[in-house]
């Protein structure tokens, strides 16, 4: 009888300025994944506030073969560091999810159920179904997420609800295959992630999350990331023209 192999789950956490964050996350990590085999790859970009000798602290507590840090010299963006945390993973599923608290790890038995039971390729958290919503945003920064969505939604039609969430389970040969071509950079780039997902007709479902704003430190979304975002929007159009 041949021995079912059980599933890895790799949880990638790309890093910058997030000492004070990074060890409770750590923790409720493994709060809430008791029963499951992971690794945390969390991949520094080269923090000057003393992130990596947390990190390197955490690991007398947890074990370096439990949370692995891969630095790099300096910030080089979001989806380079998913990149490189790729290039170190042992699981056969990839998580991708921020290290400021506003992915909240509890969620993460719902996207395992939900892949478990529906053999999805990308499980994919929601902010904008039943269930689901946001924390700590004023109405603004609310009305232009909410907008940025419903604009990508009503031109690209990629048949999920939030576009530009980072917080999903991916298949680690599917993130592969789709991170290979992606071109954009910062906000834009969980949207083309998800469109090309699509467009590839990898089976895609949804949880619903709560997005909490980021418990310590700043924000890093401003005016320039909204141009960013109508800029990617341009180019995801004329790519799904071609």
């Given at each position: 009888?041949v021995?079912?192999?059980?599933?890895?789950?790799?949880?990638?956490v790309?890093?910058?300025?997030?000492?004070?964050?990074?060890?409770?996350?750590?923790?409720?990590?493994?709060k809430h994944?008791?029963?499951?085999?992971?690794?945390?790859?969390?991949?520094?970009?080269g923090?000057?506030?003393g992130?990596?000798e947390?990190?390197?602290?955490l690991h007398?507590?947890?074990?370096?073969?439990?949370i692995?840090?891969?630095p790099?010299?300096?910030?080089l963006?979001?989806g380079?560091?998913?990149?490189?945390?790729?290039?170190h993973?042992?699981?056969n599923?990839?998580?991708?999810?921020?290290a400021?608290?506003?992915?909240?790890?509890?969620?993460?038995?719902?996207?395992i159920?939900?892949?478990?039971?529906t053999g999805?390729s990308?499980?994919?958290?929601?902010?904008y179904?039943?269930?689901?919503?946001v924390?700590?945003?004023?109405?603004?920064?609310?009305?232009?997420s909410?907008?940025?969505?419903?604009?990508?939604?009503?031109?690209?039609?990629?048949?999920v609800?939030?576009?530009t969430g980072?917080f999903?389970?991916?298949?680690?040969?599917?993130l592969?295959?789709?991170?290979?071509?992606?071109?954009?950079?910062?906000?834009?780039?969980?949207?083309?992630m998800?469109?090309?997902?699509?467009?590839?007709?990898?089976?895609?479902?949804?949880v619903?999350?709560?997005?909490?704003?980021?418990v310590?430190?700043?924000?890093?979304?401003?005016?320039?990331e909204?141009?960013?975002?109508?800029?990617?929007l341009?180019?995801?159009l004329?790519?799904?023209?071609?």
């Amino acid at each position: 009888m041949v021995k079912e192999k059980k599933n890895k789950y790799s949880i990638i956490v790309p890093t910058y300025n997030e000492r004070l964050n990074i060890a409770l996350i750590v923790y409720l990590i493994f709060k809430h994944l008791r029963d499951v085999d992971f690794e945390i790859v969390i991949v520094d970009d080269g923090s000057p506030d003393g992130t990596q000798e947390v990190v390197k602290q955490l690991h007398q507590v947890y074990g370096e073969d439990r949370i692995l840090l891969r630095p790099r010299a300096k910030k080089l963006g979001l989806g380079t560091a998913y990149i490189h945390g790729l290039k170190h993973v042992s699981g056969n599923f990839v998580v991708i999810m921020d290290a400021d608290l506003s992915h909240h790890p509890k969620y993460l038995p719902s996207f395992i159920k939900k892949q478990l039971e529906t053999g999805a390729s990308i499980v994919t958290g929601t902010r904008y179904v039943k269930g689901g919503g946001v924390h700590g945003w004023n109405l603004m920064r609310k009305l232009t997420s909410r907008g940025a969505n419903v604009l990508a939604q009503t031109l690209l039609w990629p048949g999920v609800s939030d576009l530009t969430g980072s917080f999903r389970l991916y298949k680690k040969s599917v993130l592969e295959d789709i991170i290979s071509s992606v071109v954009s950079k910062g906000y834009v780039f969980q949207m083309e992630m998800i469109v090309r997902a699509s467009r590839k007709g990898y089976h895609i479902e949804e949880v619903p999350i709560t997005f909490v704003d980021r418990v310590f430190g700043s924000s890093k979304l401003g005016g320039s990331e909204i141009v960013e975002y109508l800029k990617g929007l341009a180019y995801l159009l004329v790519l799904d023209s071609n």
